[in-house]
């Protein structure tokens, strides 16, 4: 593992990047058992799939080693010294997340009650490694597989490619070619070009790995003037919304932002996650009772065991993929909505949950955040959208508007009672959800700190490392001016605004007469000329004047009572000095 991760042969020359032909370089050579007939292709791939699992397994055994070589005195709670240390024996150690460390610390401690003594090294603290079940075309050729679009249907391709007829080919005439027909995703453009798929068998189905290419917008680094922020949070997911950057400095909200709200996906996440682990505590206590008794009455329950234990792995990680990729599809539109050239989002790597409780720790630490960033940056990738992480110091602690420390009550009608959701400022007077301004602080830290923006060479992704305190100092968000809206109806002020001629409070022409002698359709109120203004009701309800039904104990909210047109509306109908004439004939000559 060592000679392969230096990238140097024995003559000092370059390894390639392919692992198959690394390992024919060093000379690590592989052969099918006697009286197999398969062609080099075949080899290459088993190459492949083995050069690869060394490769990454190299990177666990590095870490393992760092970790023995500054075994701290207390395991649970390193000092902040011990922590320098370690992070200085694991290589890239300044940016692995702390609790990748503290998770293979807890590792070695537990071999370490067990056993009795610290592990030699990774190769005797895990297991080998498992090799799955699949088929690495991409170190082939033409004369192995080959994929192309269909001619009319580009939603469809053919992949053709040489398999055995038997489980032991003797000869060359014991491999056939098989043609394929593939279903396309709608995700796919239909200019991409198609590379060759990695298959994988999944009980009698098999499913093929597409990787394809495609011209994308390039993505910068600086010159930024709308961005995305992004929190994160629990049962509501994550909070967004936009900023911009003007050019006097100032750095203005676009609007509220919203919310992605997954409480009952991730309700039935932890659900499962509790049911996992009460089958796994089954399976080793049955395991404990077998011990190494093959005919044990228990060997059936523990196998049935074990089968549920696949099933509930396999829904927790299909229910995790769906909603990273809901939860990432909405980041994306959000970001296409405002117009923004870039998404800054809170990096939570390092974060561990404490002091919140058993169960909430638990579910704060299950969140699939790392799965949620890698669809993010895949899908903003595709529209030319940058996507970069910036440091999560005191985002949700401090004020948006003048970075001032918050006070976080339980909500916006209980401003004495501690909690965590609702943030009130007593220097500058703003108060919202924690999580609203925590997303404005995220997008203020990111369009300042844009010039310090750097990508990271293994894994490309965009970062923002540290927080330097002069620019902090600029990333504030400047309040709106306020604005009178005129559809305020909650009658605390003038309904309507003030003209040269007011419109009067009753009709000033009686309206049409029937030919019948009735009134007319619509009631005017009373026909008396000498009233100067409506009459006020004698009580609440006018008797059959109402129009709709009382509700006893009801108060209007700043209307008069019997006038204006509120929650109950009171109609008048006309009342005649004189009884109207008589169209009787009038009518008969009509007719």
């Given at each position: 593992m060592d000679v392969l991760a230096s990238g140097e042969d024995a003559g000092g020359r370059k390894l390639p990047s392919n692992a198959w032909m690394a390992l024919r370089r060093l000379g690590w050579t592989v052969s099918p058992a006697e009286g197999i007939r398969v062609n080099d292709r075949i080899v290459r791939m088993a190459q492949e799939q083995a050069g690869r699992t060394l490769r990454s397994a190299k990177w666990g055994a590095d870490l393992t080693a760092g970790v023995l070589a500054t075994w701290p005195a207390d395991p649970v709670n390193r000092t902040s010294e011990e922590w320098d240390v370690v992070r200085e024996a694991v290589p890239g150690g300044r940016y692995v997340p702390s609790s990748v460390i503290k998770g293979r610390t807890r590792q070695i401690a537990a071999f370490e009650r067990q056993y009795g003594r610290l592990p030699t090294d990774g190769f005797e603290l895990e297991a080998a490694p498992r090799i799955a079940?699949?088929?690495?075309?991409?170190?082939?050729?033409?004369?192995?597989?080959?994929?192309?679009?269909?001619?009319?249907m580009p939603g469809r391709a053919l992949l053709r490619l040489q398999l055995p007829t038997r489980p032991d080919p003797r000869s060359y005439k014991d491999w056939t070619w098989v043609a394929c027909s593939t279903s396309l995703p709608p995700t796919i453009p239909a200019s991409a070009v198609l590379h060759l798929p990695t298959l994988r068998a999944t009980g009698r189905q098999i499913r093929a790995d597409?990787?394809?290419?495609?011209?994308?917008?390039?993505?910068?680094?600086?010159?930024?003037?709308?961005?995305?922020?992004?929190?994160?949070?629990?049962?509501?997911?994550?909070?967004?919304?936009?900023?911009?950057?003007?050019?006097?400095?100032?750095?203005?909200?676009?609007?509220?932002?919203?919310?992605?709200?997954?409480?009952?996906?991730?309700?039935?996440?932890?659900?499962?996650?509790?049911?996992?682990?009460?089958?796994?505590?089954?399976?080793?206590?049955y395991q404990r009772l077998i011990n190494t008794d093959g005919h044990h009455a228990l060997n059936g329950k523990h196998a049935v065991l074990a089968g549920e234990i696949s099933a509930v792995s396999a829904r927790r990680s299909n229910l995790d993929g769906a909603l990273a990729w809901a939860a990432a599809r909405w980041t994306v539109d959000q970001a296409i909505t405002a117009g923004a050239s870039v998404i800054y989002l809170e990096d939570l790597r390092s974060m561990e949950a404490r002091?919140?409780?058993?169960?909430?720790?638990?579910?704060?630490?299950?969140?699939?955040?790392?799965?949620?960033?890698d669809r993010i940056r895949h899908l903003a990738a595709e529209v030319g959208i940058a996507v970069a992480t910036v440091p999560a110091r005191h985002t949700s602690k401090h004020c948006p508007q003048c970075l001032n420390p918050l006070r976080h009550r339980k909500a916006p009608d209980r401003p004495t009672t501690p909690g965590w959701e609702w943030a009130i400022c007593h220097f500058c007077g703003w108060q919202g959800d924690r999580d609203m301004g925590a997303w404005k602080r995220i997008a203020a830290r990111g369009l300042t700190h844009q010039t310090k923006t750097v990508t990271d060479r293994t894994t490309g992704a965009m970062v923002i490392r540290s927080v330097i305190d002069t620019l902090e100092a600029k990333a504030?968000?400047?309040?709106?001016?306020?604005?009178?809206?005129?559809?305020?109806?909650?009658?605390?002020?003038?309904?309507?605004?003030?003209?040269?001629?007011?419109?009067?409070?009753?009709?000033?022409?009686?309206?049409?007469?029937?030919?019948?002698?009735?009134?007319?359709?619509?009631?005017?109120?009373?026909?008396?000329?000498?009233?100067?203004?409506?009459?006020r009701a004698a009580h609440r309800h006018q008797d059959v004047t109402t129009i709709s039904t009382p509700t006893t104990g009801h108060r209007p909210r700043g209307a008069a009572r019997g006038a204006g047109f509120h929650l109950h509306a009171h109609a008048t109908p006309p009342r005649w000095t004189d009884p109207p004439p008589d169209t009787t004939s009038d009518m008969g000559s009509l007719s």
């Open positions: 079940r699949m088929l690495l075309l991409s170190a082939c050729d033409g004369q192995q597989a080959t994929i192309e679009r269909h001619e009319t597409l990787a394809y290419t495609h011209a994308v917008p390039k993505t910068a680094r600086t010159g930024h003037t709308v961005a995305l922020g992004v929190d994160w949070g629990l049962n509501t997911l994550l909070s967004a919304g936009a900023a911009r950057l003007h050019d006097d400095g100032r750095i203005t909200a676009l609007a509220a932002g919203g919310m992605f709200r997954a409480a009952s996906v991730l309700a039935k996440q932890h659900r499962l996650r509790r049911h996992s682990e009460l089958l796994h505590a089954k399976a080793e206590r002091g919140m409780g058993r169960t909430m720790n638990t579910r704060m630490s299950q969140a699939v955040r790392g799965q949620i960033t504030v968000i400047t309040p709106a001016a306020l604005k009178t809206s005129r559809k305020d109806r909650s009658k605390t002020g003038p309904t309507r605004g003030h003209t040269t001629r007011p419109a009067p409070r009753r009709r000033r022409a009686p309206s049409p007469t029937g030919l019948s002698g009735l009134a007319g359709k619509r009631p005017e109120g009373h026909a008396h000329t000498d009233r100067p203004r409506l009459p």
